[in-house]
């Protein structure tokens, strides 16, 4: 394959003080492993992250943005939010 | 020879081979033929140049002549210089690129790790730092080799015929000169006859995942270490030193 038929792969890092992967940007490799060497190369330059996830984009399924009405309910269901209590100070941050 | 001077010289060689292979490589940078491997070789430049640095800055301490790394690095001439024939070839397709670097990141890796085991503080600190950077590049190199060996009808040929022409000049890494057993006497110096054994396996196991032939050994390049150069190295220098020459002492 040419390069310019390699696939697309979306990149994921976590950052050292981070808890979750964060997308960061994508980028073509002709396998998983190179994709995980190109990612590190081109996304971990600066020190950025210490895990890596690379995922083929085709593999990635999203919802679309007109179909924002997928949302729309949740907008007006106030009591779905644990706002109502008063968290005693001994339990701290949940 | 005086120990001193032995352990001047045979820093040289290794800081030699990082800057001259560091600057090869940086001719590229721009130039790669993807966005990634662009990226992906000059980051390996930038870590060859990092350890020329540091190298220089130990061999000036060594020499205490009141030279600075940047001295040794922009006003040797060609013949002071004494990395290997290799890493001063010119470079063509990334096929070529790619196979010069992977048969100096087998070297180097061995390399380097055999030099942590080395007498002197100083060059093990260097290595021990090293190490981890030339340890992705055995692994990126030969990744590479890997998928243009075992790739197209295209790339497997070009990725041989550049293997055809580079086999020759891999043999002056491992050739042991009067320095080297000097070096290796005086406990800091790596055994290079051990580190080819090494090297070899790796070679013929990457070689054959890339369905590559090993070329037959036959002439090997020699001289580099010993500074006798081919002209490819003075162009390299004009265009690498002449802004520090034509402006001594500049500073940004």
């Known amino acids: 394959m040419s390069n310019q038929t390699w696939p697309l792969w979306e990149v994921f890092i976590r950052s050292k003080a981070g808890l979750s992967h964060k997308h960061v940007g994508s980028l073509h490799a002709t396998d998983e492993d190179m994709a995980i060497q190109n990612a590190r190369d081109v996304y971990t330059r600066r020190n950025e992250g210490v895990s890596i996830w690379v995922v083929e984009s085709k593999h990635i399924v999203a919802s679309a943005p007109e179909e924002g009405d997928m949302f729309e309910a949740a907008k007006t269901k106030v009591y779905r939010h644990p706002t109502f209590y008063d968290i005693p100070e001994e339990i701290g941050h949940m | ?252």
Request: charged share 30%; net charge negative; aromatic share 10%.
């Open chain 2, 1 to 252: 020879m005086e120990q001193q001077q032995v352990l001047f010289d045979y820093i040289l060689r290794i800081a030699d081979n990082a800057l001259i292979l560091g600057h090869r490589i940086s001719e590229r940078c721009g130039h790669g033929p993807s966005l990634e491997t662009d990226i992906g070789m000059t980051n390996v430049a930038l870590d060859l140049v990092g350890h020329a640095n540091m190298l220089l800055e130990y061999a000036a301490e060594v020499e205490n002549k009141g030279r600075t790394a940047d001295d040794l690095a922009f006003l040797r001439d060609t013949r002071e210089f004494k990395n290997a024939l290799l890493v001063e070839q010119e470079n063509g397709h990334f096929g070529d690129i790619i196979v010069r670097q992977f048969i100096f990141d087998t070297f180097n890796y061995y390399f380097f790790e055999a030099l942590c085991e080395s007498a002197d503080e100083q060059l093990v600190s260097i290595a021990k730092k090293a190490i981890k950077e030339v340890s992705y590049h055995f692994k990126y190199s030969a990744e590479w080799v890997i998928r243009l060996g075992d790739g197209t009808e295209e790339s497997h040929g070009k990725v041989q015929e550049a293997l055809n022409e580079l086999w020759a000049f891999s043999g002056e890494l491992y050739t042991s000169d009067s320095l080297d057993k000097d070096a290796v006497k005086h406990g800091f110096g790596v055994d290079l006859d051990a580190i080819k054994v090494k090297a070899d396996k790796r070679i013929e196991y990457i070689l054959k995942e890339a369905t590559l032939t090993l070329p037959e050994e036959g002439w090997m390049h020699r001289g580099g270490k010993q500074g006798k150069h081919s002209e490819d190295l003075g162009r390299l220098l004009a265009e690498m030193q002449w802004m520090q020459r034509a402006y001594p002492g500049m500073n940004w």
